[in-house]
């Protein structure tokens, strides 16, 4: 978490690129703040969580959120954002 603290530089803009809840799939779920597919706004790191990772400030229409890390992308790839993101979801899944 420090090493992100460090290398990110917020606020920034993410995709929701995974969402291990089922409920996507429910009718109107998909519309829901925060859900798959979605951008929003990275805040800041919050806290770091045993079962989701690093866990993350979102703003998404003016609302605020949490949103693990390991669920976003930063596009484009030019962004300064992208690798340092890219890198934690990469370990994240391998850990």
Sequence with gaps: MTWLAENLVFPFKAIREEDEDDAYFQEGVARALFRLGHTMEIMGLE???ELRGIIVN???KGQVGEVPLCDLEVKPRTDRNYWP???YVVWFANR
Excluded: G, I, N
């Design 85 to 87: 993101v890219r890198e």
């Design 47 to 49: 806290e770091e969580e």
């Design 58 to 60: 979102a703003r998404e």
